[in-house]
């Protein structure tokens, strides 16, 4: 099982990959993503940008990741261990409903976290809906350790921030 960097050609496939994940949380009442977000211009950008990162099973799309440098304007108010370095974030980790369980999250996630460092970043920052228990306990699990909270509009409840240093 191999992770590649997603193109504009994955595009119809993040799509559907994201409205299924998005359906399968909305069943198991984790309001965690809706109509509005994740969209196709913030998923078209992400290919554009050749941040995403994927799992395929055949043309389908499985599992994705996305790694870069953009930071929520509301990370500014969290007291981050790496404030001089070179932090990655973590956006937007998900894996089709069918294919959870087999530790494609975690490969994905390990992917991102190798991809920060051969990018020569410092640490990796990310936030997860509080609504969201196995993901929350998934990067408890890995090592990520978490700075605070934020709120998103149009969400009711907040979202955590977790932080990984990649060179100690």
């Given at each position: 099982?191999d992770?590649?960097q997603?193109?504009?050609d994955?595009?119809?496939s993040?799509?559907?990959?994201?409205?299924?994940?998005?359906a399968?949380?909305?069943?198991?009442?984790?309001?965690?993503w809706?109509w509005l977000?994740?969209?196709?211009?913030?998923?078209?950008?992400?290919?554009?940008?050749?941040?995403?990162?994927g799992v395929?099973?055949?043309?389908?799309?499985?599992?994705?990741?996305v790694v870069?440098?953009r930071?929520s304007?509301?990370?500014?108010?969290l007291?981050?261990t790496?404030r001089?370095g070179?932090?990655?974030?973590?956006?937007?980790?998900?894996?089709?409903?069918?294919a959870?369980?087999q530790?494609?999250?975690?490969r994905?996630l390990?992917?991102a976290e190798?991809?920060?460092?051969t990018?020569?970043?410092?640490?990796?920052r990310l936030?997860?809906?509080?609504?969201?228990?196995?993901?929350?306990g998934?990067?408890r699990?890995?090592?990520?350790?978490?700075?605070?909270?934020i709120?998103?509009?149009?969400r009711k409840e907040?979202?955590?921030?977790?932080?990984?240093?990649l060179f100690?």
């Amino acid at each position: 099982m191999d992770i590649v960097q997603l193109t504009a050609d994955d595009l119809k496939s993040l799509l559907t990959l994201y409205k299924e994940v998005t359906a399968h949380l909305n069943q198991n009442g984790v309001r965690q993503w809706d109509w509005l977000y994740p969209n196709r211009f913030v998923i078209g950008a992400d290919a554009k940008r050749g941040t995403a990162y994927g799992v395929r099973e055949g043309d389908r799309v499985i599992g994705a990741v996305v790694v870069d440098r953009r930071q929520s304007g509301n990370y500014g108010e969290l007291l981050w261990t790496d404030r001089t370095g070179d932090p990655a974030c973590i956006h937007r980790l998900a894996v089709h409903p069918a294919a959870q369980g087999q530790g494609i999250g975690k490969r994905l996630l390990l992917f991102a976290e190798q991809q920060a460092r051969t990018e020569g970043c410092t640490s990796i920052r990310l936030d997860v809906f509080t609504g969201n228990p196995g993901a929350v306990g998934m990067y408890r699990r890995a090592g990520y350790t978490e700075v605070g909270a934020i709120r998103f509009p149009m969400r009711k409840e907040p979202y955590l921030c977790f932080e990984k240093l990649l060179f100690p």
